[in-house]
């Protein structure tokens, strides 16, 4: 065969010969040498006999077989479509900076060829319109579902194995969603494909294929996200809460992102803890609690908003913070005496987080004052706020105005 040293990167869509592109199939008749994992290459061996094939999914040894046929045009099959969930990005990255830098590759092509995906598949068979739909992946990983179910008309998720399908359908349940439809796809493309649509429980009883996949409907879906939430729809008991509209200055002030890394240091009855996760709803938020009665409510709170993405250490800072290194925004709202040690630890991170300490007692606020100070000359930006919030009660035919703490809210970042 000529030496074109073409290395084609494709997606040959589900499995059924019958869905690969025209273009996919040139490719492959035009290559000598096919590697993919062993489901792929079966798919394909019998409609293209004449060639010399691999079975492999490791991107390292991938490359290992590419760098032995190197003078030969090699196709290496993917399922489903090279752009979604594909270990052809990885390879795809791996092999640029061969080609890059390795003579060997310098003439070497990367050519890519898109297949048909489970999700565009799913779509049209279901008639959805895919710009709407939430993608995620349980294969192999964790994901975060309720913010996603809740927040998404649709939520497309790849499982693993017919257990995954039933473990996301047991934590629907303990979520609340019991009504939405699922649509449940197995073997597509095949002779026994099989779409199902029903709920939770519907499927919870149903023999699953180990290849599927599936779309959460949710036609309520709420996208907002409020911060500053009803000091009521906490558990509270006796121990102290951060306001609501305290919280809302403090959630404004970390500007935290959907994949932050946050602290809630001395987190209390664990509103801000709440808030945090609600933003962070890719991240993971970590609540340092050392009150044991606090821990509880925290508890409460953390099954009562279906908050995946905490986790609770009960433990007095700095204790408990080992982690504390990776986050992106922190807020201190109980010290217990070791503001200053805390500080001096946020400060080695190289991360460059956003800090936010809030203060009633002049000890406390006297602290914020010289770390203010330290924080300056390290070159973060900083202010200090104070929040005096009052609020209306009726006495008798008359409303008065019931002033709270006055709340100091120090500020630094970069």
Known sequence: MENTKNINLIGIGLGNPDLLTKAAISAIERSAVI???????????????????????????????????????????FSGDISLFSGSLKLFDKLKALVEDQKDFKDCNINTFPGISSLSYLCAKSNIDISKVKILSFHGKEELLYHNIDSNEYTFIITSKAEGVKEICRKLISFGFFELDIILGE?????????????????????????????????????????????????????????SEVRAVIMSKLDICPNSICYDIGAGSGSVTIEMSRLAYEGKVYAIEKNPLAVELIKKNIHNFNAENIELIHAKAPDGLDNILDADKIFIGGSGGELINMMEMIFTSKKNPTIVISAITMETIAQITDIVKLAKEKGYDTEITAVNISKS????????????NMVFIGVIKM
């Open 187 to 243: 073997n597509l493309s095949y002779d026994n494909e099989r779409i199902t649509i029903g709920t939770a429980s519907d499927l919870l009883g149903m023999d699953i294929s180990d290849l599927n996949c599936m779309i959460i409907s949710n036609p309520d879906a709420d996208k907002s996200i409020s911060i500053g939430l009803p000091d009521e729809v906490f558990a509270r008991d006796k121990v102290p809460i951060t306001k």
């Open 393 to 404: 009660k009726e006495v008798g035919p008359y409303n008065m105005m019931i002033a709270q």
């Open 35 to 77: 590697i993919g994992a062993k489901r792929i290459i079966e798919s394909v061996k019998e409609d293209f006999p004449d060639k010399i094939y691999f079975i492999e999914y490791n991107t390292e040894k991938i490359i290992d077989i590419i760098k032995e046929n190197i003078d030969l045009e090699i196709a290496v099959v």
